[in-house]
């Protein structure tokens, strides 16, 4: 059934385009900040007023585009991952205000944001589960409150 390029047109079951790729995005505090990511060629960490003009470029390429906040502070609940000025929740304003149909995905994993550099809440010097699912949706709920068109899943 595969012997040729065109049977294998014929059954393939998927297909790829730019708009099934997204496109990652790393934004940190500061002004006119675009700074290489030595081990990611071609990535940059952009400050949010660097955002309008990479989002426009993107669009032209049709990806989605998926925000990694840097904060600028880390504690042990992650806490500016759920801050109404958290650096992801200003950036998803920025680029809905450039581009209001642009869709925007976002990361809301604690890791980034804890001191500690796990996903979840550590207490008493182990992870804990049941704290992590209670405090999760909290960055989630506030961003979505802040930032209506942010969301971690594809819809």
């Known amino acids: 059934m595969r012997r040729t390029e065109a049977l294998r047109r014929l059954v393939r079951e998927t297909r790829l385009s730019a ?4 496109y990652p995005l790393f934004v940190v505090h500061g002004s006119g900040v675009r700074n290489a990511i030595p ?13 309008a003009a990479e989002a426009k470029e993107l669009r032209a390429l049709a990806f989605r585009r ?9 504690d ?3 806490s500016e991952a759920y801050v109404a000025d958290g650096i992801v929740q ?5 680029l809905k205000q450039a ?7 976002t990361d ?8 500690h550099g796990h996903c979840g809440i550590v207490a008493k010097a182990t992870w804990t589960t049941t704290r992590r699912c ?22």
């Open 19 to 22: 708009e099934d790729f997204v």
């Open 39 to 51: 081990s990611m060629p071609g990535q940059c960490q952009l400050s949010i007023d660097q955002l």
């Open 66 to 74: 998926l925000l990694f906040g840097i904060p600028s502070l880390k």
């Open 76 to 78: 042990e609940q992650g």
């Open 90 to 94: 200003q950036a998803v304003r920025a």
């Open 99 to 105: 581009d209001p149909a642009l869709l925007v995905i």
């Open 108 to 115: 809301v994993c604690l890791c980034e944001y804890t001191s």
């Open 134 to 155: 209670r405090c999760s949706p909290q960055p989630l709920y506030r961003m979505r409150r802040r930032a209506p068109t942010s969301s971690p899943r594809r819809r």
